[in-house]
């Protein structure tokens, strides 16, 4: 898709209320159903969040409930992903400090000579 069809697509969905936006959710849906080329992907939490919200849309919850645990659920994503992206920068940062004694003990080894018999 291209960049200027994807902002007149966003455009005309934040003008919409958010049961007229369910309701070109559902359509989206069906012609991806039909006509998509290749699934479209999504992260595992996006996955998650995506099934509650269908969930909820299927118990007939009022929209503004939705919107509101939408919103929640969006938030705690970001933290969750602020919060992995620490945790991968931290293991790094130890395999960097680790793997530098770890390189120090194997050439040790490497450069010392073998017993006398």
């Known amino acids: 898709m291209n960049e200027i069809l994807r902002e007149r697509l966003l455009r005309k969905l934040e003008a ?3 049961d007229k936006a369910y309701l070109v959710l559902d359509y ?7 006509y998509a080329e290749r699934p479209a ?5 996006q996955k998650v969040a995506e099934t509650l919200e269908d969930t909820l849309r299927a118990g007939r919850v ?6 509101g645990t939408m919103d929640a659920v ?3 994503g970001k933290l ?6 620490a945790g991968k920068a931290a293991v790094e940062e ?8 770890e390189k120090d003990k194997v050439k040790d080894k490497v450069e010392e000579p073998p017993p006398a018999q």
């Open 16 to 18: 919409l209320p958010d």
């Open 28 to 34: 989206v849906e069906f012609l991806e159903s039909k």
């Open 41 to 45: 992907g999504a992260a595992p939490f």
């Open 62 to 67: 009022p929209v503004n409930i939705i919107k």
């Open 74 to 76: 969006g938030k705690a």
């Open 80 to 85: 969750l992903e602020r919060v992995a992206a």
């Open 94 to 101: 130890a395999a960097k400090k680790g793997g530098g004694e």
